[in-house]
């Protein structure tokens, strides 16, 4: 399985942002998929998750109420909604996969950049 995020950019304080996490594969509709954002000069941190059929999702306390996550498996594609965006939000945002081997979040794909300004 392969995945890209894609959907990054500049955004005022107070904005929003739709990001996209394509996953591509046969078995693209078994895995669960996370989202993850690596401030500068920060360590990576998880945001949230979608279970592999939308039938479970969650966000950290962080971002809660302000990103939503959700997926279209026609399209293949993993979406992080993004609200009232704050310069905080600034970051490299990945997505991943959980491929069942019980190691996580084990499959990632290359970020995009996030620039949030104030």
């Known amino acids: 399985v392969q995945l890209q995020a894609s959907g990054g950019g500049l955004v005022q304080a107070g904005g929003s942002l739709k990001l996209s996490c394509v996953v591509s594969?046969?078995?693209?509709?078994?895995?669960?998929i996370g989202w993850f954002r690596q401030a500068p000069g920060k360590e990576r941190v998880f945001l949230g998750f979608i279970s592999w059929n939308g039938g479970r999702t969650d966000v950290v306390d962080s971002v809660s109420g302000r990103f939503k996550i959700f997926r279209d498996n026609a399209k293949s594609t993993v979406f992080l909604q993004m609200d009232r965006m704050k310069p905080e939000d600034t970051a490299i945002y990945y997505c991943?996969?959980?491929?069942?081997?019980?190691?996580?979040?084990?499959?990632w794909g290359q970020g995009t950049e996030v620039t949030v300004s104030s």
């Open positions: 991943a996969a959980n491929s069942g081997a019980g190691k996580g979040f084990d499959l």
């Open positions: 594969g046969r078995t693209y509709g078994t895995y669960d």
